[in-house]
T-cell receptor
Framework: NAGVTQTPKFQVLKTGQSMTLQCAQD?????MSWYRQDPGMGLRLIHY???????DQGEVPNGYNVSRSTTEDFPLRLLSAAPSQTSVYFC????????????FGQGTRLTVV | EDQVTQSPEALRLQEGESSSLNCSYT??????LFWYRQDPGKGPEFLFT???AGEEKEKERLKATLTKKESFLHITAPKPEDSATYLC?????????????FGKGTHLIIQP
């Protein structure tokens, strides 16, 4: 039972490069989201999706794009990487919208130099 | 603006020494309060959801309680394997369906 799978686990980018962080879940969850985790700060919501074809912005969306073409996949795109985007990124999914538990992936550690 | 404050930031206990972690929150309306455990290099792992004041939930050596302003995670007779960062999060009424507001966490170390 894979749960939420994120790839890659580690990535180093140069300033200005673009890349896509992959997230896939096999639990048939409608709700998926992306968070970033920085030292001394709580997890912060970047973007979320309530179902295929529907996405919305979270607390810190600038510099990131998302799309949701299938229930299983929710990729996060960095358009032009900046050092401020150095962080650990977590993808999460959940079944329902009313206080249901979120399942998190193992994270992607991104460094922008 | 929803806010979650966890205390202490770090806590070191001896094996078997019980204690409590605090999570204070302010939200316009609480849909749910969540406790997660996070091990180094891993994603958060779900522990509990609490929905209304007075609610309590237990799992092994952990017990979570909820009031209108705060939640406590009580750890009874902890073992070294309970060492982790414990995260508290709230979901507000009218918030994004999967949008959680997290605290910064309490880093718990249990010494043998």
């Amino acid at each position: 039972n894979a749960g939420v799978t994120q790839t890659p686990k580690f990535q180093v980018l140069k300033t200005g490069q673009s890349m896509t962080l992959q997230c896939a879940q096999d639990m048939n969850h409608e709700y998926m989201s992306w968070y970033r985790q920085d030292p001394g700060m709580g997890l912060r919501l970047i973007h979320y999706s309530v179902g295929a074809g529907i996405t919305d912005q979270g607390e810190v969306p600038n510099g990131y794009n998302v799309s949701r073409s299938t229930t299983e996949d929710f990729p996060l795109r960095l358009l032009s990487a900046a050092p401020s985007q150095t962080s650990v990124y977590f993808c999460a999914s959940s079944y329902g919208d009313t206080g249901t538990e979120a399942f998190f992936g193992q994270g992607t550690r991104l460094t922008v130099v | 603006e929803d806010q979650v404050t966890q205390s202490p930031e770090a806590l070191r206990l001896q094996e078997g020494e019980s204690s409590s972690l605090n999570c204070s929150y302010t939200v316009s309306g609480l849909r749910g309060l969540f406790w997660y455990r996070q091990d180094p290099g891993k994603g958060p792992e779900f522990l509990f959801t609490l929905y209304s004041a007075g609610e309590e939930k237990e799992k092994e050596r952990l017990k979570a309680t909820l009031t209108k302003k705060e939640s406590f995670l009580h750890i009874t007779a902890p073992k070294p394997e309970d060492s982790a960062t414990y995260l508290c999060a709230v979901q507000a009424e009218g918030g994004g369906a999967d949008g959680l507001t997290f605290g910064k966490g309490t880093h718990l170390i249990i010494q043998p």
